[in-house]
């Protein structure tokens, strides 16, 4: 007879196993080949991937799973990370690896940086709408950014065909921005992010540009005229053109100011300082001085030699402290060079210098100079460049040859290029030159060093897919100074 409690004892030994005698079930180990870089650097509304590690397994095959922190949260679970780069900013990274039964952690950064900077801005028309597009020289084989207006501004938000562009500074306000003119409006933008800050409406259509890199003012110059900003009101002052026709002795609406103007310094080492600007009536066929001697001063200068002239062109040159004058015959059409010293007039009394006639010549035929030509200049080179009427090329002009105009480009073109536009950058290093194709289709630009003997060719970026307007440089003045 078996005893009830036996019986129950040997069914439960017969329940265990004894698992001692039997080998350890391996364990897989994962380990990583590689780190994560400290920092990954994107630009703004850019995609940025990052691949996990490269993975060594030690034991049998099981599955690894991936879990992607960005900023605190998970944002993927795929071996690779594609983040899009929303926001300008810092951004903690940490990946988790496992297995199961390994797993690894790493860290990094996402650095964001503001997509557009120093660099070169193109302006161009795409179904009537103004488009802005950016290189940047320091990285010439970097992806054209071709319009870097729709990442923070609505669709709309720019009316009318646009014309001109360009960069200016405030340096006592710390402002810097882009102004853009579309039809009848100034548009003001935030330039590292490229977003609208202010639209201004005027009564007529904005035709050119013109801003001042280091200004301590903000000032900036359309169609011919003078402007300031008030950063505080974003608003631009614009009092100047009674006060031109005025000295003109003629109605303000009777005006007929040719659409350039040119800013020189008190001191060429003080690019913030300007001592005054030019600007010239077309109809009075007078230069209009604004400057000052402890008040602000209006004056006509130099009748003489203007008498039956329009003006064609007017660049800076002598280290900003001269101002070379272009004036087409209403006779005879042919060409006068003007090459004047608009003195020193913002200084102490006893410091001042007059403004004085330097050089006043005819421009032979020979020079390819006429009043279709695009024209820049190197003020600290006493260099103007200018495209030839023919189209041949670009021509350098030196104003300290005494009215030696050159026979010959510089830089030849072909046939079938165009100039549209041509930026210095603000020290005289590189030259940059905006060519559409003949049809109209495409467009390049090219990079000229300015420092060598032979004045190559640095970098050109080709086969741009619309068409330029306007080209406007980027150069950000130490604002702190």
């Given at each position: 007879m078996i005893l009830p409690g036996l019986l129950t004892c040997s069914l439960l030994t017969s329940c265990f196993k004894d698992h001692s005698t039997e080998p350890e079930q391996p364990v897989t180990e994962i380990t990583a080949e590689e780190q994560l870089k400290e920092v990954y650097t994107s630009d703004e509304g850019r995609l940025l991937e990052i691949p996990a590690p490269k993975l060594t397994l030690n034991g049998p095959s099981k599955d690894v799973k991936y879990s992607w922190e960005v900023g605190y949260e998970e944002v993927s679970t795929e071996p690779t990370l594609k983040y899009h780069c929303s926001k300008p900013g810092l951004y903690p990274v940490r990946l988790l690896i496992t297995n199961g039964e390994t797993t690894l952690v790493q860290r990094s950064t996402i650095n964001v940086q503001y997509r557009f900077r120093q660099g070169l801005y193109f302006l161009s028309e795409e179904s009537g709408t103004a488009t802005i597009g950016f290189v940047e020289p320091s990285q010439p084989a970097k992806v054209v950014d071709y319009d870097v207006l729709t990442l923070n501004n609505?669709?709309?938000?720019?009316?009318?065909?646009?014309?001109?562009?360009?960069?200016?500074?405030?340096?006592?306000?710390?402002?810097?921005?882009?102004?853009?003119?579309?039809?009848?409006?100034?548009?003001?933008?935030?330039?590292?992010?490229?977003?609208?800050?202010?639209?201004?409406?005027?009564?007529?259509?904005?035709?050119?540009?013109?801003?001042?890199?280091?200004?301590?003012?903000?000032?900036?110059?359309?169609?011919?005229?003078?402007?300031?900003?008030?950063?505080?009101?974003?608003?631009?002052?614009?009092s100047d053109l009674k006060l031109i026709a005025s000295q003109l002795g003629v109605a303000r609406d009777k005006l007929s100011l040719a659409p350039m103007t040119?800013?020189?310094?008190?001191?060429?080492?003080?690019?913030?300082?300007?001592?005054?600007?030019?600007?010239?009536?077309?109809?009075?066929?007078?230069?209009?001085?604004?400057?000052?001697?402890?008040?602000?001063?209006?004056?006509?200068?130099?009748?003489?030699?203007?008498?039956?002239?329009?003006?064609?062109?007017?660049?800076?040159?002598?280290?900003?402290?001269?101002?070379?004058?272009?004036?087409?015959?209403?006779?005879?059409?042919?060409?006068?060079?003007?090459?004047?010293?608009?003195?020193?007039?913002?200084?102490?009394?006893?410091?001042?210098?007059?403004?004085?006639?330097?050089?006043?010549?005819?421009?032979?035929?020979?020079?390819?100079?006429?009043?279709?030509?695009?024209?820049?200049?190197?003020?600290?080179?006493?260099?103007?460049?200018?495209?030839?009427?023919?189209?041949?090329?670009?021509?350098?002009?030196?104003?300290?040859?005494?009215?030696?105009?050159?026979?010959a480009p510089l830089i030849a073109l072909s046939k079938n290029d165009v100039v549209v536009d041509m930026v210095v950058d603000k020290d005289d290093h590189f030259l940059y030159i905006a060519l559409n194709s003949r049809s109209g289709s495409t467009a390049s630009i090219r990079q000229i060093d300015l420092t060598k003997d032979s004045y190559p060719i640095v970098h050109v970026w080709k086969d741009l897919r619309l068409p330029i307007t306007a080209i406007a440089l980027r150069e950000d003045y130490p604002i702190d100074n």
């Open positions: 609505a669709a709309g938000t720019f009316v009318g065909k646009p014309h001109d562009l360009t960069f200016a500074t405030n340096v006592a306000y710390h402002y810097k921005g882009f102004l853009l003119a579309c039809g009848s409006n100034l548009y003001m933008l935030e330039p590292d992010q490229m977003e609208l800050a202010k639209t201004l409406s005027l009564k007529s259509e904005i035709t050119t540009l013109q801003g001042t890199w280091a200004d301590s003012k903000g000032r900036f110059f359309y169609n011919g005229r003078f402007g300031d900003f008030d950063v505080n009101k974003l608003e631009a002052a614009n040119a800013a020189w310094l008190t001191d060429k080492n003080d690019p913030k300082k300007i001592d005054g600007y030019l600007a010239y009536d077309n109809g009075a066929e007078k230069i209009v001085a604004r400057y000052k001697e402890l008040t602000t001063k209006y004056g006509v200068w130099f009748n003489d030699e203007t008498k039956g002239y329009s003006l064609t062109h007017m660049v800076l040159t002598g280290d900003r402290l001269r101002v070379a004058l272009f004036l087409k015959s209403k006779s005879d059409e042919t060409i006068k060079h003007l090459l004047i010293n608009p003195g020193t007039h913002d200084v102490p009394k006893a410091k001042r210098v007059q403004q004085e006639v330097l050089l006043s010549k005819e421009v032979p035929a020979a020079a390819h100079l006429d009043a279709s030509s695009v024209m820049t200049s190197a003020p600290t080179r006493n260099l103007v460049f200018y495209s030839g009427a023919d189209d041949s090329g670009i021509y350098a002009y030196n104003t300290i040859s005494q009215g030696n105009f050159p026979t």
